[in-house]
Structure formats: C-alpha cells, structure tokens
C-alpha cells in the first residue's frame, strides 16, 4: 500500500510498520472554570508504534502535558471531562477499573516528570520509594525490592548506587534525582515511557547526558515513548516522529527529519525560525508575534491565524483538518492549497 497512515506517517511499499502498542483517536479534554470550558485537548489522533519515541512540541499552553496525563488518568475527574478512546497495550485506559488502572500506571505506562524534586516524596528515600512501587507490582519481599531497586538504579548509572539507596531527594543532585526518577519509571520494565520535559530543570551538560541515557535504555528495552519538550534540538535528538501542537491540536505530524528540515505549517516554519542554533551568528532571530489564543473562547476557524502571516479570509471558515501533504501531514488550509494532497487509498 503506498500511501500515508492516519496519523500522518508516510507508509510506502516495501515499509513494514510494528505493531501498534498505543491508538489515540479523537481526544478531548475540558476543564471547568468560572470563565467556561476550557478546551485545552481538541481531538487529537495518533499512533504509536512498539519500540518508537514520538516527540510533542509546541508553546506552553499547547495541550502536550494534558495529553499525557490523559494517557496516564491522572487529571482531576471532578472538573474534567475526557472524551475520546486511549488503547494501550489492547486495552482501553478509560474503562479500566480502579485495581486496573494501578496495575497500567507503572506497569504498562510509567511517567517519567517534570521536576523530580517535587514527584519524588522528600521524607521517603530513593531506595524505599522504588521498592515500593516495585512491591505494588510482584509479590516479592522487601529485600527482594531493595534488590531490584538497586538495578533499577545501576541501570541508570547512578554513582554509588548501594549507597544512594538510603539516600534522600534532597541530598542529590538535579541530575541525580532525575537519573532517580528515570530508574523509577523503567524499574517494572513498562511497555510505554510518558516523559513530560524531563531535563527542563536541568544545566545543559547534564540535561543531555540525561538524554542520550533515556534513548539508550528506551532503545535496549524496546520501550515506547511520548516525549514532551519545548527544545527543537532534543526533539532531533531522541525521537523518531513529531507531533506539532497548537491550541490543543495536532497541526503538523510525520519523521523529526520531515518536520524539522521541511516544515510545512506556518506555526512549525516559525517556531524554526525563532530557534537558536549554531549557523546563526550574527544573524537576527525571528520572534513568534502574539500569543496563543484563549483556550476557553477558542476562535472560529483556525486558532492560529491572528498570529500567521499567510493567513487568508477562508482561514476563518473551518478549522483545517489534518491531511497528508508533502511527505507528512499538515493541518493548514494555506499549505493544503499550494501543493496537492496525496492521495490516501482506501
């Protein structure tokens, strides 16, 4: 079959994609709020293959962390409704019972967050807290667990391990904790990683030394991975595809080479622009006008027209859908319009 895949991907003859491990069609996500529904995921669609890292980038406010925590169920139920279907591993996340769900969050999906110092608990150590989560999952002894736990963190590298067992978040480094925190999410082994810019807090020596330890453990377990960050130059670095967001919204998705060399939508063409690399010197940087729109009182039509330069008057007539288009597949009714779509066989 020669043609593009529902989320974007091109497929050609001779490509035998993997087995699919996650399937996300049509999410939704609305918080309640004094001003209304916040609409902060919009339909979004994708897939994920066994052994793959897709890379979601995009401005804060964009939907990426929210996804995530839609896939892990760990958004407030009170105030939130979700919509939509998340298949994981054959099984459908919303409908999991409550024993279930404890079973598919460190055993299925592990969540790798944003700043360890606050998602490791400070009057508990390292060791006993990978233990614990271990001891969640089999049933084997506490002496067992603290073994495990202290695979967990050889694994990740972590100098001293034996000793740094008994040791407390804050008397580690940014690096280390983080390094912690990766060894506890990898430690029951799970088939798919969410990592919610997990270097952010830290220097850029360590963050990517961090990096290029997640990628080589995700690539020897054969671990699925979503990855979110702000940083173009980590999403070139560690992932496979890329999935632009913009307004709760995928709006241009295929291979990091794809969109990071040719991207097609305006929002992806300026987020390249304002990103410093090392040929600009002496060059001026480009800055992305405006401001994402307001999420609660999302405007008609495209949300990103206000802040595009090619936007045209149709612009405000629909929103554009997510069609393929030049080897990946962009959501734009201006790129759409210049050069014809592929066609998608049946």
């Known amino acids: 079959m020669n043609g593009t895949a529902m989320n974007g991907t091109a497929v050609g003859d001779d490509v035998k994609r993997p087995a699919m491990l996650a399937s996300v069609r049509e999410l ?12 902060a995921v919009n339909g979004v669609s994708f897939d994920l293959a066994a052994g793959e890292v897709l890379g979601l980038i995009g401005e804060s406010g964009s939907g990426k962390s929210v996804t995530l925590r839609a896939l892990m169920r760990l958004l407030p139920e009170s105030r939130t409704r979700i919509d939509g279907s998340i298949i994981v591993g054959g099984r459908n996340v919303m409908s999991l019972s409550r024993g279930l769900l404890n079973e598919y969050r460190g055993g299925t999906t592990a969540m790798i967050f944003q700043d360890p110092s606050l998602a490791l608990d400070p009057v508990y150590t390292i060791g006993q807290q990978i233990a614990e989560a271990i001891r969640q999952h089999l049933d084997v002894s506490r002496s067992e667990a603290r073994a495990r736990a202290l695979e967990a963190l050889e694994m990740v590298r972590i100098p001293s391990a ?3 067992l008994d040791s407390y978040p804050h008397e580690m480094s940014g690096g280390m904790r983080q390094r912690a925190m990766i060894a506890l999410a990898l430690a029951m082994k799970p088939r798919l990683i969410l990592a919610d810019e997990p270097t952010t807090a830290l220097d850029a020596t360590v963050q990517i030394q961090v990096l290029l ?17 702000h940083d173009l130059g980590v999403a070139a670095e560690i992932c496979d595809r890329i999935a632009v967001m913009y307004a709760g919204r995928i709006v241009e ?3 990091a080479t794809e969109v990071l060399r040719s991207p097609r939508h305006p929002y ?36 990103f027209r206000a802040r595009c330069t090619r936007a045209q008057a149709g612009c405000a007539d629909a929103v554009p859908e997510l069609l393929p288009h030049a080897g990946h597949a962009v959501a734009c009714h201006v790129a759409q319009a210049t050069q014809p779509l592929r066609a998608v066989p049946a």
């Open 28 to 39: 939704s996500v609305r918080f309640a709020s004094p001003q209304g529904a916040v609409h």
């Open 162 to 164: 034996r000793e740094r």
């Open 253 to 255: 998705t295929g291979t």
């Open 268 to 303: 992806t063409q300026a987020l390249m622009a304002s990103t410093i690399h090392g040929s600009m010197r002496g060059q001026r940087i480009e800055g992305l006008a405006g401001s994402p729109p307001d999420l609660a009182r999302l405007p008609a039509g495209c949300a």
């Open 213 to 229: 330890l997640l990628r080589e453990l995700q690539q020897q377990m054969g671990t699925s991975a979503i990855f979110v960050t």
